[in-house]
Structure formats: structure tokens, C-alpha cells
């Protein structure tokens, strides 16, 4: 399993970004997919997550309405849009696989295969 982000940036507050996962090395499509973020001195929180068919995502209430995850199965690609953009979401964010094939997207704890990250710094 490969997993190799990109897109990441400095932004000014109020601004967008894409986050891009290009996955390769085992079947993508049967795998729920998610985003996690490490922030200088913070334990990785949850982001958003989208299950493998794409039709089910969840979101962490601190990106709920600003961030949408979504994924291009025949790219096998996992995106993360990012919009109003504040200096609280500056961190490295790193997308991540689940372990179980059409395993449960919720179930946090499973995603076990994670890419090297992206810095996302946004400036106030």
C-alpha cells in the first residue's frame, strides 16, 4: 500500500485548498478512506473519512460545513476540499487507509496505512 499526498500550502485565512491522495499498490476501491491532521505539539485528530463506494462521509465537527472529502476510484484518488480556511487547521495532513476490505468508514481506529503527509499553513 502507497499512499502520497499533495497540494498542501501556505494560505492566508479565508482561503481554499485541495488535498490530493494518490493510492496505489492494492485495490483502492474497496477501501473506506480518510484524513487525519497533526498540529505542532497536538495528538492526530480525525478530519473526515468517506466510505469505499463514496456514498457515506463523516466529518469532525471543527471542519463540518467548510471540508469535503471525496474520492475518484477509477484515479484512485481520495480528495479533501478546504474552504474558509483558518489558522486553527494549520497542520500536517495525512490521509490514511482502512485496514478491512469494505470495512466499517467510521470505525477510526482500523485506518492503519497512512501516506507521508502535507504541511497546510494558513496565516492570519
Known amino acids: 500500500v502507497q499512499l502520497v499526498e499533495s497540494g498542501g500550502g501556505l494560505v492566508q485565512a479565508g482561503g481554499s485548498l485541495r488535498l490530493s491522495c494518490a493510492a496505489s499498490?492494492?485495490?483502492?476501491?474497496?477501501?473506506?478512506m480518510a484524513w487525519f491532521r497533526q498540529a505542532p505539539g497536538k495528538e492526530r485528530e480525525f478530519v473526515a473519512t468517506i466510505s469505499w463506494s463514496g456514498g457515506s462521509t463523516s466529518y469532525a465537527d471543527s471542519v463540518k460545513g467548510r471540508f469535503t472529502i471525496s474520492r475518484d476510484n477509477a484515479q484512485n484518488t481520495v480528495y479533501l476540499q478546504m474552504n474558509s480556511l483558518k489558522p486553527v487547521d494549520t497542520a500536517v495532513y495525512y490521509c490514511a487507509s482502512h485496514a478491512r476490505l469494505y470495512g466499517d468508514y467510521v470505525s477510526l481506529g482500523e485506518y492503519i496505512y497512512w501516506g507521508q503527509g502535507t504541511q497546510v499553513t494558513v496565516s492570519s
Open positions: 499498490g492494492y485495490t483502492f476501491t474497496k477501501y473506506a
